[in-house]
């Protein structure tokens, strides 16, 4: 399942832009193949062109992308978030970002994290500076407030795509019963027609076998095969019209809930 088959993406974009710049928070949606599915807001040169343009640093932040739940510290230093896409208890992606500071960050801390990554110390710390400062109860809470709007907007994308399909098809199947249920009666009428002839066939076969007298006992054996069928057919037909009875009760039913809807 993926978020791009059923969600206005436009607005989902919207979503995510405004609270970029409602937040400073840098924010970036994947699918659940981790791909990007969305912009990248307020991404950072301090994460994006030197951290992960290393070897080192790629390596440990893709590790912190698959493991970090909710609000956690990356290998970094920096404060960053990621919140799971649900629908319908199914993972279908996620919404990560952050990459800014809790608190005035300890240069030596982040020097150190220079030389482990192979990045110039002075150019790293240049970076850095430019890093937004928030509180960590304010990131917790920018992040669990986009990833509950994000995931209460697809959830009713989704509803509103797939239910909308369910009911134009029930509708539509509401109809073809009603057809096919015209079918049975008609053909029911036929048999019941069939029926009468048959009891019309048993009798006179009968009346042909008494005047016939001995030579007419051929008669009879057919009168007899005429009238057991004539009566399994009446008992098949009464019970084909209490199923149909049921089913338009059932149909009406079906159509008069759609209606009052």
Known sequence: MKIQDFTNMEKFEEIMSNWAKATGLATVAVGADGNYISDCYNFTDFCIKLTRGSV?????????????KGVYHCHAGLVDFGIDLVVNGQKVGSVIGGQVLPENPDEEKFAKVARELGIDEDTY???????SVK???AIIASANLLGEVLNNFINAEYNSKYNGTLIEK??????????LVGEIQQNTDALNRIQQRQNILALNASIEAARAGDVGRGFAVVAKEVGALSVESRQLNE???KNIASIST?????????TLK
């Open 56 to 68: 080192e640093g790629k390596k440990r932040c893709e590790q912190c992308d698959r493991e970090g």
């Open 125 to 131: 710390l240049r970076a850095l500076d430019k890093v």
């Open 135 to 137: 509180t960590e109860e």
């Open 170 to 179: 029930l509708t539509g199947g509401v109809t073809e019963c009603e057809r």
């Open 239 to 241: 019970q084909i019209s």
């Open 250 to 258: 059932v149909v009406h039913g079906m159509t008069m809930e759609d």
